[in-house]
């Protein structure tokens, strides 16, 4: 990972995460080829896009996944070149994934501090046995401060409904993110209800300070929760603009093509 002291112009405050004119390629078939975005501290920033768009390969862009062939990655307003999703969380950044990447046997406790096991030490010295009982206090805390209810923090996440697992996931994400939270799908396959407690969560994390990408295919409900939507055509962002200024019909006639590419 290399991390450029070279700034972005024109930031106050700097992102929290981005990028600029961003191109991907894969043999033949060109992803990307020039995907721009700007994530703010405290703002929630849908990116919106047809099936075949290029979100996905620009959500791993900026998780680290993939590197682009051009342009550049922006996190907490300073150039870096991501070869890992390692170096996007040694950065403060983490993603709730679509599949949630829970582990469905384990309580809310151990999958929050999943890769993160707080020890106390052994009596000889070394790092014995985990510290469940600050590993509990800390995620019943980190719940807390985003507002979720769970019925257990011990029962294996299998048995909470969906809403739930995907707090779980928001919740492990935000605890471990010191500059963005990326969200891929967060209300996918979800009801009504479940749908809005998401929403609202993602205010939540927003609330605390940290940039929110949220990738999305929900367009009401990203017409409500969001402050700005960005939309990729064929790899290329073609709209950058505030939420409040968007309709449904908007998003659709610009996700198919119906306006012209910006220039």
Not at 169 to 187: F, G, Q, Y
Not at 192 to 202: G, K, T
Request: glycine share 8%; with cysteine; aromatic share 2%.
């Amino acid at each position: 990972m290399t991390t450029r002291t070279r700034g972005v112009a024109s930031q106050d405050p700097p992102l929290a995460i981005g990028a600029e004119h961003v191109a991907k390629s894969f043999g033949h078939v060109t992803a990307l080829r020039d995907a721009s975005i700007a994530v703010r501290p405290g703002e929630i920033v849908a990116l919106c896009g047809d099936n075949g768009a290029g979100k996905s390969t620009f959500l791993r862009v900026l998780q680290g996944i993939y590197r682009p062939d051009a342009g550049r990655v922006i996190i907490g307003g300073q150039e870096v070149d991501l070869t890992s999703v390692r170096d996007a969380q040694a950065l403060g950044v983490d993603t709730v994934h679509q599949d949630l990447a829970l582990a469905p046997d384990l309580s809310t406790v151990d999958n929050i501090f999943l890769g993160h096991e707080i020890r106390r030490r052994g009596v000889l010295g070394g790092f014995g046995i985990l510290d469940r009982a600050e590993m509990a206090e800390r995620a019943d805390a980190a719940l807390k401060e985003l507002s979720i209810a769970l019925p257990s923090l011990t029962v294996p996440v299998r048995e909470l409904s969906g809403g739930q697992r995907q707090a779980v996931a928001i919740a492990r994400a935000v605890m471990w993110s010191s500059k963005a939270v990326l969200m891929d799908e967060p209300t996918a396959a979800l009801a009504a209800r479940q749908s809005r407690i998401v929403c609202d969560l993602m205010r939540s994390v927003a609330d605390r300070g940290l940039g929110v990408l949220v990738v999305s295919h929900d367009l009401p409900a990203v017409l409500e929760v969001a402050h700005r939507v960005v939309v990729l055509w064929r790899g290329k962002t073609v709209l950058d603009a505030p939420a409040a200024d968007l309709t449904v019909p908007d998003l659709v006639a610009t996700m198919v093509g119906h306006v012209k590419e910006a220039a």
